[in-house]
């Protein structure tokens, strides 16, 4: 299982297009540097100033735009692969540094390819939403909940330990099992496998995704 961050065409793509937005800015800016050698008068230097800032912010909202982009999953509202690992990277440190505990949580939508032959391909992206809304009504603010691809979601708890992690964990099984998911009328049974791992000194993003993963196998084979 790929569990590092992929420099994809998609994110070459942006940062093309941020590179020649950048472009543009930066001759925009010797255009300015022109006018103040060229000893233009205030009013002049006063306007090209405003239309200098204009400009930077149009930049960073596009920058902002596209991060976003590079970041959320395109069927689900929530975050992707990359966007998770951002953020596991950045809790695997607060724990290093400052002991925060915390906790993945792999999860992993039992017989999507049944759902798919016996509802069609609609049905399927049906189910995957439906969890994908159930992992977030079911975690906190602080929580990261991401769709790493296909029918695996990942949850990152921060400020979490043990007994923390097992309550949500269980919370979730229950809610995504006993709450009803319909498509055109008809009724999807859904269920998820969960493994929870915690953070542990000397992790790295690789190593945690691998043991959340071997836990939710562990979790199916007992089942």
């Not at 602080?142 to 790493?148: E, G, K, P, W």
């Not at 269920?191 to 992790?203: K, M, N, R």
């Amino acid at each position: 299982m790929a569990t590092g961050a992929i420099r994809d065409s998609g994110e070459l793509g942006i940062h093309k297009m941020v590179n020649l937005d950048y472009a543009v800015f930066r001759q925009r800016e010797v255009t300015m540097h022109e006018v103040t050698e060229q000893g233009s008068d205030p009013a002049t230097l006063v306007e090209e100033i405003a239309r200098l800032r204009g400009e930077v912010e149009r930049l960073q909202g596009r920058v902002d735009e596209l991060d976003a982009l590079a970041h959320r999953d395109p069927l689900v509202p929530l975050a992707n692969r990359r966007g998770m690992m951002r953020d596991l990277e950045a809790m695997i440190a607060r724990y290093h540094r400052h002991g925060i505990p915390a906790a993945v949580l792999f999860v992993d939508l039992d017989d999507l390819k049944i759902l798919n032959d016996s509802f069609g391909h609609g049905g399927g992206d049906a189910a995957l939403i439906h969890v994908a809304e159930k992992l977030l009504a079911g975690t906190r603010s602080n929580d990261t909940v991401a769709r790493l691809g296909g029918d695996e979601y990942c949850v990152l708890l921060d400020h979490a330990d043990e007994e923390v992690a097992l309550e949500i964990a269980e919370r979730l099984v229950d809610t995504i099992a006993g709450e009803d998911c319909l498509y055109q009328g008809m009724e999807m049974p859904l269920s998820v496998a969960i493994g929870l791992t915690l953070i542990e000194q000397g992790d790295t993003p690789a190593i945690v995704l691998a043991r959340a993963d071997q836990a939710m196998y562990r979790v199916k084979a007992a089942a």
